[in-house]
């Protein structure tokens, strides 16, 4: 009985040593994998489901979930979040989350243009290289682990749901500019060749007629001709015409996306008190709809990640990427941006951009950093002609980034606490 109390004290001795910063090392280890072991049984379950084994998940039922999902579950859940937790005070204090979003991308293309120089990607892949370490998962693997994360009681964040609003609507905040990025900076990027395919196995690929292949999102609305062709139309019609040229130039049709209309409605109704108080208050006479909101918001993550993990069947099939381009793309997006990224922060914190006491801020920025290659620069690629290459980067880099990402999660609870 005495060895039993002697090794008690022991471990209580070896707890209390341990948890000098007020949190022991196997507390902070658990608190950082538990999400990402959660995130990672879901996308197994999706996994399975697309297998050939089982096969409920198809590829074509796979494109229904992530529509279903991007069109409505996320914009539901970037509504009610960020409308409930916004104010117009609150985001002029959260204006370095888009600008930490912005240098977290040219910080991580300009690793991924030093990497692409040093492993020399296969021919028309250098650009694509740079993509894939620049630009990461801001939105919905944070949302998804923030979730998690404030789902268990014992996390240092204190309240659960002040721990998951705060931290939605922090991600959510900086979805609408990772969302610009990825439909200019990204859909350039990975513009096909000038031999117009990814798929080059010899030199003699015929070079298409740009106009005649291609994909309909770069073919004009109206040509050029047709605007003003009436000298006879009247100033609104002409004014009209204009506007829709300028939407198609801007490509403003790809930005506007669901889930950035939701971001800005959302930011809009919520700075206007009279406003948030009809729709984003609890007695309030709309949060009927709100709430739906709520519920519908609730079953996004499930589908994104059982979505997630079915597009991964697909993953390490044959890309003409290779070995080492590949590992290269792993390496850079998951080892080198991070310091990067938390380099980053620590300066702007030292500067005092970032509102005092506030972890819950400082953790999501690190986050945006930390993340594996974005999902959505996938569904770029895909329209772009290089889908299957990404699918098999993206496989890889989700399978390391659940090791990588409980590491360096560890590391910000030991900073931050």
């Not at 798929?199 to 005649?212: A, C, R, T, W, Y």
């Not at 996004?300 to 890309?319: K, T, Y």
């Not at 959505?376 to 989700?398: E, I, N, Q, Y």
């Amino acid at each position: 009985m005495s060895h039993y109390h002697a090794v008690q004290r022991l471990l209580s001795v070896f707890e209390s040593q341990a948890s000098g910063g007020g949190q022991s090392i196997l507390d902070s280890i658990k608190i950082a994998v538990l999400p990402i072991a959660k995130v990672f049984t879901m996308c197994f379950l999706g996994f399975l489901m697309a297998s050939k084994y089982v096969n409920i998940l198809p590829a074509s039922g796979r494109k229904l979930l992530n529509g279903l999902v991007f069109s409505l579950l996320l914009p539901c859940l970037i509504f009610s979040q960020l409308g409930q937790a916004v104010t117009l005070q609150k985001m002029l204090e959260w204006w370095f989350i888009p600008v930490n979003v912005v240098l977290g991308s040219i910080s991580g293309s300009i690793i991924g243009f030093i990497v692409a120089s040093i492993v020399r990607p296969p021919y028309p892949f250098f650009k694509f290289t740079i993509v894939h370490i620049g630009i990461g998962n801001i939105g919905n693997v944070p949302l998804v682990l923030i979730a998690a994360l404030c789902r268990d009681a014992s996390n240092p964040f204190g309240d659960s749901e002040k721990c998951s609003t705060d931290g939605t609507a922090y991600i959510s905040f900086g979805q609408w500019v990772g969302a610009i990025i990825l439909y200019t900076y990204v859909f350039n990027m990975l513009a096909p060749p000038p031999e117009g395919t990814f798929d080059i196995e010899d030199g003699n690929v015929p070079i298409k007629s740009p106009l005649k292949d291609a994909p309909s999102e770069q073919l004009p609305l109206l040509s050029h001709e047709n605007v003003f062709k009436e000298s006879g139309a009247s100033k609104k019609e002409k004014i009209m015409e204009f506007l829709v040229l300028l939407y198609d130039k801007l490509k403003l049709k790809q930005i506007l996306q669901p889930p950035i209309i939701a971001s800005i409605l959302a930011m809009f109704l919520g700075a206007i008190p009279f406003l948030k108080r009809l729709i984003f208050t609890s007695d309030a006479p709309l949060f009927f709809f709100t709430d739906s909101c709520i519920i519908l918001g609730e079953a996004m993550i499930p589908c994104i990640l059982l979505a997630l993990g079915g597009n991964l069947v697909e993953g390490p099939g044959s890309s003409k990427l290779g070995l080492r381009t590949t590992a290269a793309i792993i390496f850079g997006r998951l080892v080198l941006v991070p310091p990067a990224g938390l380099g980053i922060v620590t300066l702007a914190d030292k500067l005092g951009f970032l509102p005092a006491g506030d972890k819950m801020f400082r953790f999501v920025l690190l986050l945006q950093h930390t993340m594996p290659t974005s999902v959505l620069s996938g569904a770029v690629a895909s329209l772009r002609g290089c889908g299957k290459d990404a699918a098999a980067v993206l496989f890889w880099v989700h399978i390391f980034a659940v090791f990588s990402m409980a590491g360096w999660i560890v590391l910000y609870l030991h900073l931050l606490f």
